[in-house]
């Protein structure tokens, strides 16, 4: 395995130029990182491969078993009490409920309630009404009056309202604040334009202070050293990164590798002879079983069902014929039906059953 080979090259990507730096860095970071990763990367196999065993064997029928018990201990219970306790009482007390409340309340608003309404209602339409509209009739003269005063005084109100204070009020906005407030706006007009020019005369200043006490330097810092310093530790962050994806990948083969081994040393340990043995031992026992107990044993219990069968059979037809026996002795046989033939007469039986209704017409 070539650990020499660039990322790029080994991504299908085209080579870039590299330095010195980055040739004299990528050897040795990749050996170290390789003799790192390697146990890291067979621990994380072992510890997955340990998951999905326990996964399989102890998490998965806990989990079905807890789920079972889960059942039977919360579910199961609630819906027999639903089922068997709440739903027949709530029925019960539904038709209670309608015998003792709901049938009173319907015969008390169709034979009590129904005839007052109707009986107010007809006092409303036939004496109420009348009354409200002599009421209103009078308290509409009332009003007209009323507003005939509150006319007049709105007039009156009106006028001295609008010569005692509206035309004073427009000759003094007119002739005294209007030139004031000019003047006042004028005043603040160069007083904002004055305090302006300070406030941009203070801030050109302490901008040229700050761009020559603190950006330049700063620039200088970050174009001239942190660029740089910048720049050798991506180069070292990236070969560390390929360096890192290489040895996993790598570890990965030995661990595969590993794993092979100890399958293949675990089959022939553990799976051949068990496997052999089954082949050997346990088939042949088996067949002889088979052969010897099982289907003797099979056809015995097919011939013990036939013959129940037959016997099964033979009694049901005899309980079927004594019964048509019984009924017939006490009915009787019964009626045999009679076929009507439904062929079309030919010559001859035409002129038979003309001769015969002929005769009977005669007689």
Known sequence: MDLEKSAPAARGEAPRGEGCLVVAIRMPVRIVVLVLVVPVRMAWDALVV?????????FRPLGRASLWVGRAVFVWPFVGLW?????PLGTALTRLGKVLVVLPAV??????????????LWVYARVLTPVGHAVVW????????????????YAGLAWLTRY???VPSVWLYTWVLTPVGHAAARCVKGLVRLVTMIVTGVGTG???ITRILFVLPALAVWRWVLVPVGRVLAVAGREVGDALGHAWRVAGRVSSAVGRFLGTLFRWVFVEPVRRVYRS??????????DAVLRPAAEAARGAGRAARQVLAAARVS?????????????GKPAEPVLADRREPTGRETRTLGSRTTALTKD
């Open 50 to 58: 340990a998951g999905r065993f326990l996964n399989d064997t102890v």
């Open 138 to 153: 009078a308290l509409r003269g009332v009003g007209a009056v009323l507003a005939a005063i509150g006319a007049g005084a």
């Open 206 to 208: 302490l901008y040229w």
């Open 83 to 87: 089922r068997y306790v709440l739903v």
């Open 281 to 290: 031992v346990l088939t042949p026992v088996g067949h002889v079983v088979r």
């Open 107 to 120: 015969g008390l608003y169709r034979h009590v309630l129904t005839p007052v309404g109707h009986a107010l």
């Open 164 to 166: 005692l204070v509206v």
């Open 319 to 331: 309980v079927r014929q004594a019964r048509a026996d019984f009924r017939r002795m006490l009915l």
